[in-house]
């Protein structure tokens, strides 16, 4: 990253590039223009000056102050599920992967914040702000409405907190078919895993998917039913097998979660294409609770 960035990334390039394939390609799919496509970490899932703080400008401050404290936070993270990874994939089944209180808080607050910092969560903070009549319609009001939000410790708090409590169970994934990921990769599932939902964390039961890389997955089961039992397996890898079809039905996910682009380390995207039209239906309902 320069001293100056000028493309700034809601979704990591560290956290992109994991989904590379062995020459460094990241195959993408335009959800809105139904295209598949390769590109690099560098070129996606980012805007022009996205969590640039003009006021900040104005009064004389650096106004990429919370595009460095994300940096910040980047770094850390990405040097600690590096470890982690690297544990789960060397380890077998069951095991605990040693996760200390510091490295938990720091990879719940990145995810808390992954789900907050998307362009997603831009429009629906403008949405709701619209709803209540302080309509931001300027990308400038909504830029300072979403940043806001960022700064906003008592929100975070709440979303970090829930993240940070829950039983973190990590499944690794040895079927030919990979993980995919998309620009909002934070993914929340139902309780009774009838349906994915665009923001709904804080139902009952409803608990976290978040895939590190494309054979390794974390899920974050709040300390609630039907997940009270879970809280055994916290910190351990999964000891169930992973199938081609549980597989896909996480990756369902990242077509539902995306703003726009689904990524993958391969250029077959074609389950992701076949599942998008289906999205506000119920035809995957009995796929979902089987898998």
Not at 110 to 134: E, N, P, V
Not at 176 to 202: C, E, H, I, Q, Y
Not at 227 to 242: E, H, I, N, R, T
């Amino acid at each position: 990253m320069t001293s100056n960035p000028k493309l700034h990334h809601y979704v990591p390039q560290f956290y992109l590039r994991r989904f590379c394939d062995s020459a460094g390609r990241l195959w993408a799919w335009d959800r809105e223009a139904d295209r598949v496509f390769i590109t690099s970490p560098r070129s996606v899932a980012a805007e022009r000056s996205f969590y640039h703080l003009d006021v900040f400008a104005e009064q004389g401050h650096d106004p990429l102050t919370m595009e460095r404290q994300l940096a910040s936070i980047e770094h850390e993270t990405a040097c600690i599920t590096n470890q982690w990874i690297k544990w789960i994939r060397d380890g077998h089944l069951g095991m605990q992967v040693p996760i200390s209180d510091q490295n938990r808080a720091i990879v719940a607050l990145f995810t808390a914040l992954q789900f907050l910092r998307t362009a997603d969560a831009r429009d629906i903070l403008a949405r709701i702000a619209s709803s209540t009549g302080h309509a931001a319609s300027s990308e400038r009001e909504r830029r300072i409405l979403h940043t806001g939000a960022l700064w906003d410790d008592k929100l975070i708090a709440i979303f970090t907190n829930r993240i940070e409590s829950s039983a973190w169970v990590f499944a690794r994934n040895e079927t030919d078919v990979p993980f995919m990921t998309s620009d909002n990769p934070a993914a929340f599932r139902r309780g009774d895993n009838a349906m994915w939902l665009k923001a709904g964390m804080f139902g009952n039961g409803t608990y976290v998917v978040y895939p590190l890389v494309p054979d390794v997955v974390m899920y974050c089961y709040p300390p609630e039913e039907p997940w009270l039992k879970l809280a055994s397996f916290d910190s351990c890898v999964s000891p169930v097998m992973l199938t081609a079809d549980m597989v896909d039905s996480e990756n369902t996910a990242q077509v539902f979660m995306a703003s726009r682009f689904v990524f993958s380390c391969r250029d077959d995207l074609a389950r992701a294409r076949d599942f998008a039209p289906t999205i506000g239906t119920d035809i995957y309902a009995p796929y979902w609770e089987s898998s």
